[in-house]
């Protein structure tokens, strides 16, 4: 029996050791052979090593064509399901669905591809980032035996990872390496859409607005083409971004209004609520703080109570509205109320927000600022390599120490705001400026 992929994987996902799971049964040396499939154990060392493993034996399939074919059909459908309909409710009923109902596979391929597609699952719903980081180093052992369909699944888990734990560089890194790849991987016009998409987000995140465009435009001449309009919609939201990120904010209006225009014409009302944010975050670069506030407020109303990650964005957005008018009572009262979702959440990558709403609820309190907590956000944010935003608490910071005549300290961290500005422009020397 071949079935050392299917060890291996269940082994490392529990985080054993070979000489735990191999104790009483086997060598580790011999039980290392029957994972790498050099050798095929007999059924009594094979049944002792599921058992140990908590794998049902009986969902072991031998060599059997129609089977395998049937799978891998039911496999691809539900992947292309999930990732088109881009369902959270949807994501965690196939999961569970394909994980109840799989079958174990001697064919190593056809399980790569399993685990590939489920991961990616997994990573959409944000469950245990720990237990995922395992699962990819797993899989990272078996990158040989991946042919160029998997070795791309296996890139794009990489890339939503790193992109989900807030390691940006490392992301686009796999996402670059996709890219030199792109033209060798045997992809459906679908997929490299929502390729794009992916990219262009990825891009329009790190601010790197001519890829961002590139890639959204390539992605929207699909949707068009298929009639997708609600995909065709975000699109223009994407394009919107980007244009207000590169100070074209009547473009960047002439976007959210296109969008807007679809969505009144489609009937796409759930769209709507993240058209009325865009339109604020325009307004409060401009200067228009009250209109800012104004389509923040607009866009809560429009917003579901599963959108959590998007009601805090907006949440975010008028505390800093708020910060900017100096009204203290409100900066508190929304920090209240986005610190009161995130104890109702469970997700590991809405960890950020709890720092931004710390960081201007302490400012904006009776007290003032708490040195602690400051430094707690800057540290954070150190940690994932965020330098915009190192660069905007150290401001904060030191002006709180200028403030209150800690000119020693002040220094020290208007010094820090300015390494880090230049790292997030990407200005190595003062003469570059």
């Known amino acids: 029996m071949k079935i050392g992929h299917l060890i291996r994987a269940e082994r490392v996902r529990q985080d054993m050791k070979q000489i735990v799971l191999a104790k009483g049964i086997c060598t580790p040396s011999y039980l290392s052979k029957i994972e790498r499939n050099l050798i095929e154990p007999s059924e009594d060392i094979a049944e002792l090593l599921f058992q140990r493993l908590g794998i049902d034996s009986g969902k072991l399939q031998k060599k059997d064509t129609k089977t395998e074919k049937e799978f891998k059909e039911l496999l691809l459908s539900t992947y292309k399901l999930v990732i088109t309909s881009r369902s959270v409710e949807l994501t965690a009923e196939k999961l569970e669905y394909l994980e109840r109902n799989s079958l174990l596979f001697e064919n190593d391929s056809l399980y790569y591809t399993y685990l590939l597609i489920t991961l990616r ?6 469950k245990n980032f720990e237990e995922i980081r395992r699962e990819i180093e797993a899989l990272s052992d078996s990158v040989d035996s991946f042919d160029a369909y998997q070795n791309f699944l296996f890139l794009l888990n990489q890339v939503l990872y790193y992109y989900n734990s807030g390691k ?15 033209e060798t991987i045997p992809l459906a016009e679908w997929e490299k859409a929502e390729f794009y998409y992916m990219f262009a987000i990825i891009y329009t995140a790190e601010e790197n607005i001519y890829f961002a465009i590139d890639y959204i435009r390539k992605a929207l001449d699909y949707f068009m083409e298929t009639l997708q309009m609600n995909r065709v919609s975000e699109c223009y939201i994407i394009i919107g971004v980007n244009r207000k ?31 009325y944010h865009n339109i604020g975050t325009l307004n409060g670069i401009m200067g228009n703080s009250d209109q800012a506030i104004h389509y923040f407020e607009k866009s809560l109303s429009r917003k579901t109570l599963e959108s959590v990650s998007e009601n805090l964005g907006s949440i975010y957005c008028l505390i800093m509205e708020y910060s900017k008018l100096s009204n203290k009572e409100a900066v508190r009262k929304w920090t209240d109320e986005g610190l009161h979702i995130l104890r109702k959440s469970n997700d590991e990558r809405l960890l950020s927000f709890i720092h931004h709403f710390n960081f201007y609820k302490s400012l904006h309190s009776e007290q003032g600022l708490s040195e602690e907590i400051a430094l707690d956000t800057i540290q954070y944010f150190k940690e994932i390599q965020e330098f915009k935003l190192i660069h905007k608490y150290c401001i904060a910071l030191a002006d709180w120490y200028h403030y209150n005549r800690k000119y020693k300290l002040a220094s020290i961290y208007y010094r820090e705001a300015n390494k880090y500005g230049n790292i997030y422009r990407k200005i190595e020397k003062w003469e570059d400026l």
């Open 245 to 275: 990120l590169n100070e074209q904010f009547q473009e960047a209006l002439e976007a959210y209004s296109k969008a807007m225009q679809i969505c009144e014409e489609f009937h796409l009302d759930s769209q709507k609520g993240i058209i």
């Open 168 to 182: 940006r560089k490392n992301s686009i890194s796999y996402l670059e390496e996709i890219v030199e790849k792109l």
């Open 121 to 126: 699952f997994r990573i959409i719903l944000g």
